[in-house]
């Protein structure tokens, strides 16, 4: 009898165990969706994240990336939505960066283009001059200054960002694409360690 009752036991500690496996792993059409287009053609980086300058949820995600990072054990890749005008005009201002470094930037040159529009400025003058200056801190030139070559760099970029945008139906950013295949919903997550694990979880699917 005792055997019985323990062999019981035993088998309800397994379903319970079971259980919380299953909820730790990520849903479909909850934690990720299927893009509406294959965008591996276009998009080289494993991740990336799909993200707009103009966005507030955007900016404050940015403190994030190095736990979500470490957490699914790669890099980030970046792409500016090109959704309305707004956006354009900043994935310009994005892109001119881009190209000039030829890699992703890092955290104090994405801050200071946030700041941008984000801060506060008292004039035009005073926006355009901090614009200046997060460029030449990063050892770059202004946008104001580029080349006729480096424009079409940029113009070259943006298109790939429209693409991106157009094809994956981005409607509200920051996201994350995983292979080129699929889309993280954010709002389904709780934590910076929730959204690496579903990113870890698509990058071996």
Known sequence: MLKKLL??????????????????????GKHYH??????????????VEVFSLTCGHCMNLEPQLPAIKQGFGGEIGKVHVTFNDASRSA???FYAGVTQLGETPNAEFMAGLFNLYHGSFNSSEEKIAALNKTFTDAGIISPYELTEAQIAD?????????????????????????KGKY???????????????????LLEK
Do not use: W
Not at 7 to 28: H, I, K, Y
Not at 154 to 176: D, H, M, N, W, Y
Not at 185 to 200: P, R, V
């Open 7 to 28: 062999l019981m036991t035993f088998s309800a500690a397994l379903l319970v165990l079971a259980g919380c496996s299953d909820n730790n792993q990520p849903e479909f």
């Open 34 to 47: 299927d893009l509406p287009s294959d965008l591996s053609d276009v998009i080289a980086d494993p991740v």
């Open 91 to 93: 994935a310009m201002f």
């Open 154 to 178: 940029v113009l070259e970029a943006s298109k790939v960002a429209e693409i991106v945008t157009s094809r994956g139906k981005i409607q509200a950013v920051p996201t994350f694409i995983v």
């Open 183 to 201: 889309l993280v919903d954010l709002s389904s997550h709780q934590s910076s360690e929730d959204i690496a694990n579903t990113i870890k979880y």
